[in-house]
Nanobody, 123 residues
Framework: QVQLVESGGGLVQAGGSLRLSCVASGRTFGGYAMGWFRQAPGKEREFVATISWSGGITYYADSVKGRFTISRDTAKITVYLQMNSLKPEDTAVYYC????????????????WGQGTQVTVSS
C-alpha cells in the first residue's frame, strides 16, 4: 500500500501563488508516476498535471499550462505543484495520485489517492 498526504492548500487572491505538496509513504515507491487532479463543486474530477518517476516527463492540462509546475524531489517521495497566477476558476479540491509505470492523464489509471486539499481563489 502507498499512502499519500497532501498539504499546502488555502485561500489566496486571484493572481497569487500556492505550492501544494504530496508526501508518499508505505511500500517501496520505486517506479511510480504521480499526478495532480482537481474537483470543483458540481463538476467531475479533472486532470491537472503528471510527472514520471524520473521527473523527466511532465504533462499539463491546457488550462494550467504556463502557470502550474509539477516537480518531485530527488528522493522521489514528495511531489509538488507550484501554482502561479491563480484564477477563481482554479478553486477546487486538489488530489495527489500515484500509479505504477508511465504517466497518465486519466484518473481511472491511478491506483492510490490522497485525501485532497482545498484551494480557494478569491476574485
Amino acid at each position: 500500500q502507498v499512502q499519500l498526504v497532501e498539504s499546502g492548500g488555502g485561500l489566496v487572491q486571484a493572481g497569487g501563488s500556492l505550492r501544494l505538496s504530496c508526501v508518499a509513504s508505505g511500500r517501496t515507491f520505486g517506479g511510480y508516476a504521480m499526478g495532480w487532479f482537481r474537483q470543483a463543486p458540481g463538476k467531475e474530477r479533472e486532470f491537472v498535471a503528471t510527472i514520471s518517476w524520473s521527473g523527466g516527463i511532465t504533462y499539463y492540462a491546457d488550462s494550467v499550462k504556463g502557470r502550474f509546475t509539477i516537480s518531485r524531489d530527488t528522493a522521489k517521495i514528495t511531489v509538488y505543484l507550484q501554482m502561479n497566477s491563480l484564477k477563481p476558476e482554479d478553486t477546487a479540491v486538489y488530489y495527489c495520485a500515484a500509479r505504477y509505470g508511465s504517466t497518465s492523464t486519466t484518473s481511472l489509471r491511478y491506483e492510490y489517492w490522497g485525501q485532497g486539499t482545498q484551494v480557494t481563489v478569491s476574485s
